[in-house]
């Protein structure tokens, strides 16, 4: 079964405060989830028309796990907090086999 990957490229982030509040609610849930992170702002080479911005990649078991984690109230309970602190790129997406 493939797994799931959340990919969150941060454009902008302009309330660091709601970032922290943010991070503190989302670490625990995606944890819950079953979520491991593998890469979370460390550097960053960017190519062709890419930004050289914080990253975060984050491996879940299945696409589908991946998908309800995002749904789920306690990773939702931490976008709220998130709410306009950032602008970034939240993606979901399927690995291969």
Request: negative net charge.
């Amino acid at each position: 079964m493939p797994k799931g990957y959340w990919v969150s490229a941060y454009r902008t982030i302009s309330d660091p405060e709601k970032l922290a509040a943010y991070n503190k609610l989302a670490a625990p849930a995606v944890k819950a989830a079953g979520g491991r992170v593998l890469a979370r702002g460390g550097r960053v080479v960017a190519h062709d028309a890419g930004i050289a911005e914080r990253t975060v990649l984050i491996e879940f078991d299945s696409f589908e796990q991946a998908v309800a984690a995002h749904e789920s109230a306690a990773y939702q309970e931490a976008l709220v907090a998130l709410s306009d602190g950032v602008e970034r790129d939240f993606r979901i997406v399927e690995g291969i086999d």
